[in-house]
């Protein structure tokens, strides 16, 4: 077969098909070029050939670009968790257990983005209209000016959105909508990488900000491939227990903002109603010091909060003892049990461990470990510590305590709530205290003999 052949002028960029001496463009001479063709390989429909694209403008590092301009929803706690608003053409993508209130949070932010003067479509795939409207009406929204709709086609979808031209729109879920260009069941992973490719491709070109709601595995990832993670802008889990009131609005990845960032809501009879003060709530049901419980000053995302590890030992009559989480790592837990017995001389051999974190809180970081081992040390001594007493630090595996990091931020939010003393490793760098007095420990079997005594 002959090889497909294509030339161009240097001078003016006309193409040809065959070699000549004179550009037929410009009259130039001897400008006429062969263009390699930018897909190498066999010919089929899926290489590039030889077409050309245009060029595209390119810029260094120091250009400096204005920030995007952000819509405020007025809730706090949904500002906070997105970076300071809203960002347009933004792609998004929305996370949680079925029934953990993702639609409730969205239907009310629908409603407060479209009260501050933006246009705002609220298309479910998963409810009829009727249904939205009911819960609007629940939750007191029937005078906001949203706009809804019922759909699962795709190509209509955007039809529709290409017209209205709204602002913001809210997709609910991802795992309903369908590409009649994919030879697939709505909900596959073809499917939702394409419906996902589209609408994000749709928002970028049109300047709108576009919410997808994603179902969530057993494991507690989105359903459908990973990729489409990687195609928004933002990915945010919703989290908590069906058993509690709070719930949790985590920024998992963030182009637009800090990663890590939480919200908090409490679930109410008329919606989720946001929390101010995380730290007060979490501890309000707290009483009388207890064996096994310890205040513990975290950080999440650029917030302190203060959360209650309970621990309970207890011994096992089984063979193998058990080991039971609640809202902390398993794997970090066996961490710091094996930490406990060879470098400080605590054995759990043959106890059943339990640990909790109250009130349906996630905590990720390292500095909650010098906080769980006191709960297990104290849960398995019956030993209570002090009531106005926080403690923080991450262990090694040596057994050595490590400074965590923004510890008078921590500090700070410790003494606003009334707390006196704090537990802390030692700190190369002395900074504010805030007012509160610091135990600092240099090793964990330094930090077990002062406070629970020599075992």
């Not at 000549?20 to 899926?46: F, H, M, Q, Y």
């Not at 809804?148 to 997709?171: G, M, Q, Y």
């Not at 494991?219 to 928004?232: F, L, S």
């Not at 704090?422 to 509160?436: E, S």
Request: with cysteine; aromatic share 6%.
């Amino acid at each position: 077969m002959a090889k497909d052949l294509s030339f161009t002028c240097t001078a003016c960029n006309a193409a040809t098909s065959k070699w000549s001496g004179r550009c037929d463009g410009c009259g130039a001479w001897n400008t006429i070029e062969e263009v390699k063709p930018l897909s190498s390989g066999p010919k089929s429909k899926k290489a590039m050939g030889g077409g050309r694209g245009k060029h595209i403008a390119l810029t260094d590092l120091a250009t400096e670009e204005k920030e995007p301009p952000r819509t405020l929803s007025g809730v706090g706690e949904l500002d906070r968790t997105l970076g300071g608003g809203l960002v347009k053409a933004s792609a998004l993508l929305v996370g949680g257990d079925p029934g953990i209130g993702k639609s409730t949070l969205l239907l009310q932010a629908a409603a407060r983005f479209a009260r501050n003067g933006l246009k705002v479509l609220y298309i479910s795939g998963e409810e009829s209209a009727s249904q939205v409207q009911m819960r609007a009406r629940r939750l007191g929204l029937t005078e906001s000016p949203v706009k809804l709709a019922s759909e699962t086609n795709l190509r209509d979808i955007l039809t529709t959105l290409e017209a209205e031209k709204p602002d913001f729109v809210i997709i609910d879920s991802i795992q309903t909508m369908w590409l009649d260009t994919v030879e697939a069941a709505p909900g596959s992973v073809s499917q939702v990488r394409s419906a996902a490719h589209e609408l994000t491709t749709f928002a970028k070109s049109n300047g709108i900000a576009v919410v997808m709601v994603g179902h969530v595995t057993k494991e507690g990832a989105i359903a459908g491939p990973r990729v489409v993670e990687h195609m928004v802008d933002t990915v945010l889990y919703f989290e908590g227990e069906r058993g509690h009131q709070f719930r949790i609005l985590r920024a998992v990845k963030n182009r637009f903002g800090p990663a890590d960032e939480i919200g908090v809501f409490e679930m109410t009879g008329k919606g989720l109603a946001e929390v101010r003060n995380p730290s007060a709530l979490f501890l309000s049901e707290r009483g009388n010091p207890a064996p096994g419980s310890v205040v513990f000053a975290g950080i999440e995302g650029s917030r302190p909060m203060l959360c209650e590890f309970q621990a309970l030992v207890a011994p096992s009559p089984h063979s193998q003892p058990r080991r039971t989480v609640v809202g902390w790592d398993g794997s970090r837990l066996a961490m710091i049990l094996a930490v406990l017995e060879s470098r400080a001389g605590v054995p759990f051999t043959g106890l059943d461990v339990y640990l909790n974190v109250a009130g349906g809180l996630r905590v990720t970081e390292p500095a909650a470990d010098l906080a769980v081992a006191a709960a297990l040390v104290s849960a398995r001594e019956d030993a209570a510590l002090p009531k106005e007493s926080v403690v923080f630090g991450e262990i090694s595996l040596s057994g050595a305590l490590r400074p965590a990091p923004q510890t008078e931020n921590r500090l700070k939010e410790a003494s606003k709530l009334g707390f006196t003393s704090a537990i802390t490793p030692v700190r190369a760098k002395r900074g504010g205290d805030a007012g509160v007095a610091l135990r600092e420990m240099q090793d964990l079997h330094a930090f077990i003999e002062q406070i629970f005594g020599a075992r």
